[in-house]
């Protein structure tokens, strides 16, 4: 263990998606299986017992890459020199609560550690929001992180795009990791739009292998946008595991970089294919050298617009209404 441990830090220890996602970060599934990492672990104080848990167990699987794990309730603690955050704590919608007081609760979480960031982590920290609403989420904590620069800071679209990834795999008769140059627009959230038409499996056109397009906009769509629901209603859970594995490719990806292939992330946006700036927005990226590149020029057509116009509404009306509060 030569190297300088690299410093992660993760919020929401207690919840579930850590449960899964900490154990795989021990492991070296972000930085790599030569990269000794250290776990900056942020709960609320009544979760601390319970984190205090969750290290018993790193501890007893003995990750020869774990060089260190601190818990606390302090985020400015929680991001002092971090090398890394994936956001995955945040307020949950409980009973009677109204989508105003989501965002409202949330906006003040990421607000805090917005700041808690902007002080402490290192300037060229990579973050990724887990927390819903992701995306709006993200814009708000890049809001109160002026001096940390903004294209650090991103949310996680790649859960729907690893759904959409394997039910076209599924349907096309090939292996996942032929699929290549698909995207994933917009919003985390039903709205999304997982565009298939410049996918490929194999170098041929995926639209045309597998050649129904009512299957794609009747099926396809609507299975990815209710995924989440479909798995808690089987669970009676939420998707745990599978957020952990998509935080982890996308930090993994950002970092280590996709050899040309399209991934999707939530990014802020430079007013490319007309995105308001100022809103954290699903695009279709390739990572190289530490960065990642918004794949460039693309064009719409009636279907593929109105999808598009749709979620990045969505995303606008979200901003717009913690505008208001
Ligand atoms: N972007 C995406 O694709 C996905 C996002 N999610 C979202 O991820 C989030 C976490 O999911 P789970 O782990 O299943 O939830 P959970 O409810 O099991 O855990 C959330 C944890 O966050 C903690 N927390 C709450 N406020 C906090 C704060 N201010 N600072 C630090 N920690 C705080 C809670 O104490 C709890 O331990 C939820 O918002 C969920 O909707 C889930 C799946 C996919
Ligand atoms: O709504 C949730 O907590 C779960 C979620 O984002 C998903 O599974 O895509």
Redesign the pocket.
């Known amino acids: 263990m030569s190297r300088p441990a690299k410093r992660i830090t993760i ?8 449960y899964s996602l900490l154990f795989r970060v021990a492991r070296g599934d972000v930085y790599g299986p030569d990269q000794p990492v250290i776990l900056q672990l ?3 104080p ?2 601390q017992a ?1 984190v205090r848990g969750v290290v018993m167990e790193l501890d007893d699987c003995a990750f020869p890459l774990l060089a260190g794990v601190m818990i606390t309730d302090d ?1 400015e603690t929680a991001f002092r020199d971090a090398d890394a955050a994936m956001l ?5 919608r409980s009973k009677g609560m109204e989508r105003r007081d989501l965002l409202a609760a949330n906006a003040e ?1 990421f607000k ?2 917005g700041r808690a960031l902007n002080a402490a982590a290192r300037r060229d920290a990579r973050v990724v ?4 609403p ?1 995306n709006t989420n993200a814009a708000i904590l890049a809001q109160h992180a002026p001096d940390f620069p903004a294209e650090n800071i991103t ?6 795009h690893n759904r959409a990834a394997s039910q076209l795999a599924a349907k096309a008769g090939v292996g996942v990791e032929a699929i290549e140059r698909l995207a994933v627009w917009g919003n ?1 959230s039903p709205t999304m739009f997982a565009d298939w038409r410049f996918a490929t499996a194999g170098g041929r056109s995926l639209p045309e292998l597998i050649g129904d397009e009512t299957w794609y906009r009747e099926t396809l769509i609507p299975t990815v946008a209710k995924r ?1 629901t479909a798995v808690l209603e089987a669970r009676g ?4 595991a599978s ?1 952990a594995n ?1 935080a982890i490719d996308h930090l993994h990806d950002w970092i280590h970089g996709t050899d040309g292939r399209w991934v999707s992330m939530g990014v802020p946006s430079d007013g490319s294919y007309g995105i308001p700036k100022g809103l954290v927005c699903g695009v279709p990226v390739t990572c190289a050298g530490g960065r990642y590149e918004r794949i460039a020029g693309l064009t719409f057509d009636g279907f593929a617009q109105s999808m598009f116009d749709r979620t990045v509404g969505e995303l606008a009306e979200e901003m717009a209404a913690v505008a208001a509060l």
Do not use: E, F, K, Y
């Open positions: 919020t929401g220890a207690a919840g579930q998606i850590c942020l709960d609320l009544q979760a319970a985020p995955v704590g945040s307020r949950a979480i805090v550690q929001v887990v927390g819903n992701a949310s996680m679209i790649r859960l729907d985390h989440g859970a939420s998707s745990a957020a998509a």
